[in-house]
C-alpha cells in the first residue's frame, strides 16, 4: 500500500494552483468537474496534490496538515524566502536528529518539511 495523492480543499482554485506552482514546482496533471466541486490534480517531485474548490459558498474549509520529507531543510526555507514565504513556526533540530519547519499555504492549510537524515 501506498499513498497516492494529498486532497486540499481551497477557496480560491487559481490563487492555490499559482502558490503549489511557484512554491513546490508542481505542474497541472488533471483538471476536471465532479458534482458541486471544481478538481485540479497537480504532480511533480514525486507529490501528487488534489485541490478542490466546492462550489456552495456555505461550506467551510476543513484543516489540513500536509507533511513533506525533503533532502535539504535549508535550501528550501532559502528557496521559500525568495519566493516571500517566512516559516509560521520553526526551524527546529528534533531530539531524534529530524529538522522541521512550517508554512501557511492560501486557505491556512499547513505545510511541514522534514529533513530526517541523522547526523
Not at 486540499?8 to 482554485?13: F, Y
Not at 476543513?62 to 531543510?73: C, G, K, P, Q, R
Not at 527546529?92 to 529538522?99: I, P, T, V
Amino acid at each position: 500500500m501506498k499513498v497516492h495523492h494529498f486532497g486540499i480543499e481551497v477557496s480560491n482554485l487559481e490563487e492555490s494552483i499559482s502558490f503549489y506552482i511557484n512554491i513546490l514546482n508542481l505542474e497541472v496533471c488533471s483538471k476536471f468537474q465532479f458534482m458541486d466541486e471544481e478538481i485540479v490534480f497537480l504532480s511533480g517531485n514525486g507529490l501528487l496534490i488534489e485541490l478542490i474548490k466546492r462550489n456552495l459558498p456555505t461550506m467551510k474549509l476543513t484543516s489540513t496538515h500536509l507533511a513533506l520529507e525533503i533532502e535539504n531543510l535549508e535550501e528550501m526555507i532559502s528557496h521559500f524566502k525568495s519566493k516571500g514565504l517566512v516559516p509560521v513556526e520553526g526551524p527546529y533540530q528534533l531530539s531524534n536528529g529530524w529538522k522541521t519547519v512550517f508554512y501557511e499555504g492560501i486557505d491556512g492549510e499547513i505545510l511541514e518539511f522534514l529533513e530526517t537524515k541523522y547526523d
